[in-house]
Nanobody
Framework: QVQLVESGGGLVQPGGSLRLSCAAS????????MGWYRQAPGKQRELVAT???????NYADSVKGRFTISRDNAKNTVYLQMNSLKPEDTAVYYC???????????????WGQGTQVTVSS
């Protein structure tokens, strides 16, 4: 069974920082495109930052220069360092990866359970 487990959300004041972590576990044959999305109340889920299949990184324009995505391949873990947080960054943050488990014919999308990030004074 494959799962993605996030941690690191919480309440922070504007201008503050948080670091999110997402660990993938289970019977993983291959994993690609690991990254972060977020969904604010009343809005659609949107890309925050992700690694592409070629290893490059895509950031949403709204977080460029403030957020940094990184990964530890040995631990199947991706991180999101969020600095200079703004109230508009408030959302549930979801980890995503395209994973092919062992003994499964093709890769599918996996999502974490989400972690709440609230930026407020």
């Amino acid at each position: 069974q494959v799962q993605l487990v996030e941690s690191g959300g919480g309440l922070v004041q504007p201008g503050g920082s948080l670091r999110l972590s997402c660990a993938a576990s289970g019977s993983i044959f291959s994993m690609d495109g690991m990254g972060w999305y977020r969904q604010a109340p009343g809005k659609q889920r949107e890309l925050v930052a992700t690694f592409t299949s070629s290893g490059s990184i895509n950031y949403a324009d709204s977080v460029k220069g403030r957020f940094t995505i990184s990964r530890d391949n040995a631990k199947n873990t991706v991180y999101l360092q969020m600095n200079s947080l703004k109230p508009e960054d408030t959302a549930v943050y979801y980890c995503h990866a395209l994973i092919k488990p062992y003994f499964v014919s093709r890769a599918t999308d996996y999502w974490g359970q989400g972690t709440q990030v609230t930026v407020s004074s």
